[in-house]
């Protein structure tokens, strides 16, 4: 292969650097996002599949001593299950951090009868204005609905959350949260941001990466501490340290974490005790 052909490489010297650094950690919490990180956007959310490649990366580092491997989504719990065919052994946050899958015998969502009473409503509404907005369609979750309207046309897709937002956004009780042409609606009050403390807390990690793409992963990226990589993928804003493209280059980055991740273990697991 001549210099012309070989491909560009993705991530910056600097972030590089980062994942050889944070490679060398105690424990090592490994979370993603899933729509638009492990896997491309689609049109129809139940047809998005992670990437080859990056699938083949986090289950590498799922596979490794002192290593935690964890999906953070907006999708419900059995969505996020049915198309990123996680490692057994990863930990899954769906819903936005309402529902965590910690392992056999993790207990389910379940809504007390004001809140279930209350979804009903949001329901309700949402339908009325999907009737009338072509284009869009519901996501049903155990602790909310979502908007979606990427199928919409723009002037249809604005139009409908603005109405949306309208009538619920003043309801106590609800939280609305944007996305990336989705408004989602949920009657338990969660976030990315409080998911990752919560992992950080439950599995003694001493230090997370964490990258994610979209405007809810924001919350994510803002726990992060001194020692933490945050990447956010896309050309938005963000608050995270560094950037990568597009879903592709997540898979490059999966992979060198995974090379440097274990060459430290395999080092430290070489290394006589009392050393």
């Known amino acids: 292969m001549t210099p012309e052909q070989r491909p560009t490489l993705a991530l910056s010297p600097e972030l590089r650097a980062a994942l050889q650094e944070v490679a060398q950690t105690e424990h090592l919490l490994v979370a993603m996002d899933f729509d638009g990180t492990l896997a491309p956007i689609v049109g129809r959310a139940e047809d998005a599949r992670p990437l080859p490649r990056s699938a083949a990366a986090f289950a590498g580092l799922a596979a490794l001593p002192r290593t935690t491997t964890a999906l953070i989504s907006g999708r419900a719990l059995a969505s996020l299950r049915g198309v990123a065919s996680p490692p057994v052994n990863s930990l899954l946050i769906g819903s936005h951090g309402a529902e965590a899958w910690l392992g056999p015998g993790s207990a389910g969502l379940t809504l007390d009868p004001e809140q279930e009473a209350l979804l009903a ?86 230090a997370i990466v964490f990258a994610g793409d979209d405007t809810t992963d924001e919350d994510a990226l803002g726990r992060l501490e001194p020692g933490d990589v945050g990447i956010k993928v896309g050309i938005d804003f963000t608050s995270a340290q560094y950037r990568v493209e597009a879903p592709t280059h997540v898979a490059e980055l999966l992979e060198v974490l995974l090379q440097a991740r274990s060459e430290a273990v395999a080092e430290d697991l070489s290394e006589p005790e009392g050393t």
Not at 149 to 156: G, K, M, P
């Open 121 to 206: 409503e949001v329901r309700g509404i949402l339908t009325e204005i999907v009737s009338v907005a072509p284009g869009t369609v519901l996501e049903e979750k155990p602790a909310g609905v979502v908007l979606h309207t990427r199928l919409a046309a723009d002037d249809v897709a604005a139009d409908a959350v603005a109405a949306a937002r309208q009538l619920l956004q003043d309801r106590k009780g609800v939280y609305l949260k944007d996305g990336k042409r989705v408004l989602e609606t949920s009657v338990v009050h969660a976030s990315k941001g409080e998911a990752v403390t919560f992992l950080r807390q439950i599995t003694d990690s001493t």
